[in-house]
């Protein structure tokens, strides 16, 4: 097994430009990433958090690589037997794991939760194997049949029954035993925390701040194991529910609708007229009268077919009759137009209009 100060001594370089930073200093690194990143009020979305998170999960990758080469840790020795310099590299893939968690790419929602269990799985797992503390080791794919249900799916037509019960009344008393040891070891860290930081602590104190660290985060991993197991199952059934979404019928575009206003009375009429020329306008009164003409109302059976006559503008009529009157030679209507001649030759346009002043 390889001491400290060979596994300090290691440099391995982050990136080309960057100086490179020692094991230590990576972890370092990374843990304190973690920590402003979980305890800011930014929101986890922003740009800035989300680029530190990026940068954290390079650090801990880097300096797990790093691990692995140096063969820190092995199966046949005894936690006693590990360096207290060393204890902290045990913390490196559950560091990871709730990095991993702060990211926040919808698309990618899936995979980030499944790469942050496989961390925390590869965390408990050690643990286990240095009996760090006792606890029950999850299932390692996420798909252990639950209590009452057949080959792992839940009925959900069916009600709890006394096998379920039990179940659940054991889960619930396993989680509010985590939560108490959680906050004992809390209560201890806070204490050990301020003589780690001031330098004064020996190596028996820094050792039991290690483990201290070590036994919080596998309470801490446990119960993210279960949210992500729920979420999973969550998000597989979305995916699911997509696929399987009926598509919506196209249908074809329908032609433009001309606009039409209804007015209850002529004023009205001639109000929009006069404001909205580009709109056709009627009363209620007309657009029925226009109606009962072509014989389309619903008490008129068969309709027929619109003559000119219905179209016509009643001022053009008018004019249509006083020319057919002159060219018939009718001696009023001859008179009455000889008589407005010489009216208008001896009258100025506009004449008797006081508003105009004439």
Same mark, same amino acid.
């Given at each position: 097994?390889?001491?400290?100060?060979?596994?300090?001594?290691? *440099?391995?370089?982050?990136?080309?430009?960057?100086?490179?930073?020692?094991?230590?200093? #990576?972890? @370092?690194?990374?843990?304190?990433?973690?920590?402003?990143?979980?305890?800011?009020?930014?929101? #986890?979305?922003?740009?800035?958090?989300?680029? %530190?998170?990026? *940068?954290?999960?390079?650090?801990?990758?880097?300096?797990?690589?790093?691990?692995?080469? #140096?063969?820190?840790?092995?199966?046949?020795?005894?936690?006693?037997?590990?360096?207290?310099?060393?204890?902290?590299?045990?913390?490196?893939?559950?560091?990871?794991?709730?990095?991993?968690?702060?990211?926040?790419?919808?698309?990618?929602?899936?995979?980030?939760?499944?790469?942050?269990?496989?961390?925390?799985?590869?965390?408990?797992?050690?643990?286990?194997?240095? %009996?760090?503390?006792?606890?029950?080791?999850?299932?390692?794919?996420?798909?252990?049949?639950?209590?009452?249900?057949?080959?792992?799916?839940?009925?959900?037509?069916?009600?709890?029954?006394?096998?379920?019960?039990?179940?659940?009344?054991?889960?619930?008393?396993?989680?509010?035993?985590?939560?108490?040891?959680? %906050?004992?070891?809390?209560? %201890?860290?806070?204490?050990?925390?301020?003589?780690?930081?001031?330098?004064?602590?020996?190596?028996?104190?820094?050792? /039991?701040?290690?483990?201290?660290?070590?036994?919080?985060?596998?309470?801490?991993?446990?119960?993210?194991?279960?949210?992500?197991?729920?979420?999973?199952?969550? #998000?597989?059934?979305?995916?699911?529910? &997509?696929?399987?979404?009926?598509?919506?019928?196209?249908?074809?575009?329908?032609?433009?609708? &001309?606009?039409?206003?209804?007015?209850?009375?002529?004023?009205?009429?001639?109000?929009?007229?006069?404001?909205?020329?580009?709109?056709?306008?009627?009363?209620? /009164?007309?657009?029925?009268?226009?109606?009962?003409?072509?014989?389309?109302?619903? @008490?008129?059976?068969?309709?027929?077919?619109?003559?000119?006559?219905?179209?016509?503008?009643?001022?053009?009529?008018?004019?249509?009759?006083?020319?057919?009157?002159?060219?018939?030679?009718?001696?009023?209507?001859?008179?009455?137009?000889?008589?407005?001649?010489?009216?208008?030759?001896?009258? *100025?346009?506009?004449?008797?209009? *006081?508003?105009?002043?004439?």
């Amino acid at each position: 097994m390889a001491e400290s100060e060979n596994s300090n001594s290691v *440099r391995q370089p982050l990136n080309v430009d960057a100086e490179p930073l020692k094991l230590s200093e #990576l972890l @370092d690194r990374g843990w304190k990433i973690f920590e402003e990143v979980d305890s800011t009020n930014e929101p #986890l979305g922003s740009n800035s958090i989300q680029v %530190k998170v990026k *940068r954290g999960v390079q650090m801990l990758e880097e300096a797990s690589r790093m691990v692995a080469q #140096l063969d820190l840790f092995s199966r046949n020795e005894e936690l006693e037997e590990i360096a207290t310099a060393d204890l902290k590299y045990l913390l490196l893939p559950a560091l990871l794991g709730a990095l991993t968690m702060k990211q926040t790419t919808r698309d990618k929602r899936l995979e980030i939760v499944q790469t942050a269990r496989a961390y925390f799985m590869d965390f408990l797992r050690r643990c286990e194997e240095y %009996k760090v503390s006792p606890f029950k080791l999850p299932d390692s794919t996420g798909e252990k049949a639950r209590p009452g249900s057949e080959d792992g799916n839940t009925k959900a037509n069916s009600f709890p029954g006394p096998t379920n019960l039990v179940a659940m009344a054991a889960q619930r008393q396993a989680k509010i035993e985590r939560y108490r040891q959680k %906050k004992e070891l809390e209560a %201890k860290l806070s204490d050990v925390r301020r003589a780690v930081e001031s330098g004064q602590a020996d190596d028996e104190v820094t050792r /039991d701040f290690y483990l201290l660290n070590v036994r919080r985060w596998v309470a801490v991993c446990l119960e993210d194991i279960e949210s992500i197991d729920q979420e999973v199952e969550i #998000l597989k059934k979305m995916d699911m529910f &997509k696929e399987n979404a009926p598509k919506q019928p196209t249908h074809p575009p329908r032609p433009p609708m &001309k606009p039409f206003i209804l007015t209850k009375d002529a004023v009205q009429a001639k109000v929009f007229g006069a404001g909205y020329p580009s709109l056709p306008t009627m009363t209620v /009164d007309d657009w029925y009268e226009q109606h009962k003409k072509r014989g389309v109302l619903p @008490d008129q059976g068969v309709p027929r077919k619109p003559t000119a006559e219905d179209h016509g503008d009643p001022s053009e009529t008018d004019e249509e009759e006083k020319e057919k009157k002159v060219e018939n030679d009718d001696d009023e209507s001859l008179l009455k137009a000889r008589n407005w001649d010489d009216w208008k030759d001896t009258h *100025r346009r506009g004449y008797g209009n *006081r508003q105009n002043m004439g």
